[in-house]
T-cell receptor, first 109, second 115 residues
Framework: GQSLEQPSEVTAVEGAIVQINCTYQ??????LSWYQQHDGGAPTFLSY????GLEETGRFSSFLSRSDSYGYLLLQELQMKDSASYFC??????????FGAGTRLFVKA | DVKVTQSSRYLVKRTGEKVFLECVQD?????MFWYRQDPGLGLRLIYF???????EKGDIPEGYSVSREKKERFSLILESASTNQTSMYLC??????????????FGEGSRLTVL
């Protein structure tokens, strides 16, 4: 079967660094994406890793290890507005894309 | 900017009714997707399409069908709505081939309640 595992909830304080992990088991793998979703809003794209290594985009970085079927999203200098749900997603064959159950991030002052 | 538009933000239907959810994208994307989102379960793929008249089942296709007669439009059909289909439905689109950056563009969602 296909599955993505990520923690259901993470809490951190403003200004801190938080890492959200994602492990996957899928048939066919082309890349790992991360999305942010605020309550009542649509998911918005954050990053995509097709190759092993770290991708940095401002305060957000994403890492992939294909051999370990593992990736993570790193959020630095946390702000209150980062409180949201974060989803990892795997792009498989034929552009089929499946999502994890999401991680709820709470940022405290 | 890419725009994915879902026809209805909120719908209330009765058990047994036929329900159509429409989605239109304006960026000539080849791939289109329908997901449902439920608390604690994330986004689950119902169907996706990689070309006009082409469709592939996702992880939870039972009770749903789709139609893609034009490239810009992807419709989700509930032939006979049931209460367990009460959910948020999200449509998305993406580029295909070498232009694909892994990004899906989502619509605002359609919240369906089946009574």
């Amino acid at each position: 079967g296909q599955s993505l595992e990520q923690p259901s909830e993470v809490t951190a304080v403003e200004g801190a660094i938080v890492q959200i992990n994602c492990t996957y088991q899928t048939s066919g793998f082309y890349g790992l994406s991360w999305y942010q979703q605020h309550d009542g809003g649509a998911p918005t794209f954050l990053s995509y890793n097709a190759l092993d290594g770290l991708e940095e985009t401002g305060r957000f970085s994403s890492f992939l290890s294909r051999s370990d079927s593992y990736g993570y999203l790193l959020l630095q200098e946390l702000q209150m507005k980062d409180s949201a749900s974060y989803f990892c997603a795997v792009r498989g064959g034929g552009f089929k894309t499946i999502f994890g159950a999401g991680t709820r991030l709470f940022v405290k002052a | 900017d890419v725009k994915v538009t879902q026809s209805s933000r909120y719908l209330v239907k009765r058990t047994g009714e036929k329900v159509f959810l429409e989605c239109v994208q304006d960026m000539d994307h080849e791939n289109m997707f329908w997901y449902r989102q439920d608390p604690g379960l994330g986004l689950r793929l119902i169907y996706f399409s990689y070309d006009v008249k082409m469709k592939e089942k996702g992880d939870i296709p039972e009770g749903y069908s789709v139609s893609r007669e034009k490239k810009e439009r992807f419709s989700l059909i509930l032939e006979s709505a049931s209460t367990n289909q009460t959910s948020m439905y999200l449509c998305a689109s993406s580029l295909s081939g070498g232009q694909n950056t892994g990004e899906l563009f989502f619509g605002e969602g359609s919240r369906l309640t089946v009574l």
